[in-house]
């Protein structure tokens, strides 16, 4: 499973797009700060029904207008939560296989008569200001439902800017929820473009079993990515490794110069006592992407059970501290098990 933000692009060829669609949901993404899924029906125009059997017709104009504006503020709320956060993916069509009963995925189509992903570009062009290259694309499911329906993903970029929806409001996604930001969020967004936006995507690749004759090593991938339009002179990355990670050779395979500060070091933090890696670089250019792999070895033997799969330890985190000139400093966890579901190698991260 892949963070949705680093998703394959979204054919321009309406006949590919049902295939890129159903090669997304495979590799089983749930809802997230960078994904969110609409059913189908929160795009529909249901209400011109509504308006034309329950509402008189001296009042229906003004009823018109305000569901129109309902309409829009929903739309707006949700696209400008992903943009002021990391930026990401909405799909309207698809409910999330943990909020399905059997866990699987299914679609929830919107109408294709009644979608028109131009005049959805339209409602997007009043958000203040307009999110640069957040785009509507419309994906056919003629193969799947044979009424006529379609799913909606709008791209939406992580902008160094901060945006309103329609009513004014400023909304934030947090976790699986979009919520209206704090005033302390607000002025930090309203100053990214005076400082660079550097943050850090960390993967795991499992060595292989030593009882199995293997005996290979174990990589961490590390990404640093500057995603704002400012240059970065200097970072500067913390990172905490539970102990079992023993030992991390001295031999890294650099993929972009990212030189390691230090060797690591035993440190105590609130989760216990871990591992810290220090890397530190400079000259960051905007939009520009450093990796390194670094592989390792475990402390206490294979992690894996007699039968090859890996044992609890993948319950365990990883801490990332992440500061960068002006950039307010940032800290996160993220669990063994999900850096391990990012990993996918040298190879392919040589040929992004």
């Known amino acids: 499973m892949r963070n949705p933000s680093s998703h394959l692009p979204i054919p321009s060829a309406k006949s590919e797009r049902l295939a890129w669609l159903r090669n997304f949901l495979d590799e089983e993404h749930h809802e997230s700060v960078s994904l969110d899924y609409k059913d189908g029906t929160a795009l529909n125009n249901t209400f011109k029904k509504f308006l034309e059997k329950t509402i008189p017709n001296s009042q229906k104009s003004r009823e018109r207008s305000r569901l129109e504006r309902e309409y829009k503020e929903k739309l707006t709320r949700h696209v400008t939560g992903i943009a002021n956060a990391e930026g990401g993916l909405l799909i309207y069509g698809i409910i999330d296989p943990k909020k399905s009963q059997d866990g699987s995925t299914r679609f929830s189509p919107v109408d294709g008569k009644e979608c028109d992903v131009e005049n959805i570009d339209k409602m997007l062009d009043e958000i203040d200001p ?65 400082y660079p936006l550097v943050s850090c995507d960390l993967s795991l690749q499992i060595p292989g079993p030593m009882w199995m004759g293997t005996g290979a090593p ?130 392919a991260e040589s040929s992004e």
């Open 218 to 347: 174990g990589s961490i991938r590390i990404r640093i990515t500057n995603s704002s339009e400012v240059f970065c002179s200097k970072y500067y990355l913390r990172i905490l490794f539970p102990l079992i990670f023993g030992n991390f050779c001295t031999e890294v395979m650099e993929l972009e110069f990212t030189p390691l500060w230090g060797p690591p070091k035993s440190v105590r933090t609130p989760k216990g006592t871990a591992l810290l890696l220090q890397i530190k670089g400079v000259d960051l250019f905007p939009d520009e992407t450093r990796s390194v792999i670094i592989p390792y070895s475990y402390k206490d033997g294979t992690p894996y059970s007699y039968d090859g799969s890996p044992r609890e330890w993948l319950q365990g985190e990883i801490g990332i501290e992440i500061s960068a000139d002006d950039m307010p400093k940032k800290r996160d966890w993220v669990s063994l098990e999900e850096a391990a579901g990012r990993w996918r190698g040298p190879r």
């Open 130 to 194: 307009p999110i640069k290259g957040c785009r509507s694309i419309r994906i056919d499911l003629d193969e799947i439902d044979h009424l006529g329906g379609c799913c909606v993903v709008i791209e939406i970029p992580k902008s160094p800017l901060v945006h309103q929806a329609i009513n004014g409001a400023f909304y934030i996604r947090r976790g699986t929820q979009t919520k209206i930001m704090k005033t302390d969020e607000v002025r930090q967004a309203m100053n990214r473009s005076r």
